[in-house]
């Protein structure tokens, strides 16, 4: 199984995906990692590991609709079966959700449908929810939204600061994610 990671920022997920794969622990190829912003840390992250780039960005475009055509396009050239959003800060048109139905997944670090969007970790933190956590779910039209297919809880301490929460939840992602990605290359979800 072949598949893509699409991401806009940091990229300490699709770094988890990389040490994964190199482990085996995910027995699936990454052929390409496709960003939206040509500075994103995460296309440094990629080219480091000798995966092939793809700068998608929108102001080329005359819309959300071209732009996920042109997605769609590169996907299909590196021969992807499914994709993998870490940190793809964009809603996907129904044209891209149909051309892989079922086949894309998202991670959100937050219990989903609660504290949707792109500050769910402060917000649930600032809500004094007493638990949170990662949802991994696959994807439709809707932000953050679609069936879920795992999701692991987390206690927020007594006292504990904002900093501290978000490193829990990023490292509760990075072993959870490949995991998930390895059972969904296996035919397993
Ligand atoms: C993660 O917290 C993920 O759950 C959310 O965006 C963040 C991406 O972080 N969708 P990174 O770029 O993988 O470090």
Redesign the pocket.
């Known amino acids: 199984m072949n598949f893509a990671v699409l ?1 806009s ?6 770094q988890a995906i990389i040490d994964a794969i190199k482990k085996k622990k995910i027995k699936a190829n990454l052929n390409v990692v496709i960003s939206d912003k040509k500075d994103a840390f ?1 296309l440094k992250r990629a080219l480091k590991a000798g995966i092939p780039t793809v700068v998608i960005d929108l102001k080329f475009f005359k819309s959300r609709a071209s732009m996920d055509k042109a997605i769609v396009k590169e996907l299909k050239g590196f021969g992807i079966d499914f994709v993998v959003l ?2 793809y800060m964009r809603i996907l048109s129904s044209y891209f959700v149909k051309a892989y139905k079922n086949k894309i997944l ?4 937050a219990l989903l449908p609660l504290f949707k969007g792109a500050h769910a970790i402060r917000d649930a933190f600032d809500a004094g929810v007493k638990t949170t956590g ?1 949802t991994v779910h696959f994807v439709d039209e809707k932000v953050d939204h679609g069936p879920i297919i795992a999701q692991e809880s987390l206690r927020i301490k007594k006292g504990e600061s904002l900093k501290s929460l978000e490193a829990r ?2 490292k509760v ?1 990075h072993k959870m994610y490949p995991k998930v990605i390895d059972f969904f290359a296996k035919g397993r979800i």
């Not at 920022?9 to 699709?14: I, P, R, T, V």
């Open positions: 991401a920022g940091n990229g300490s997920n699709l995460v870490a940190g998202n991670i959100h670090p990662v939840i990023h992602e």
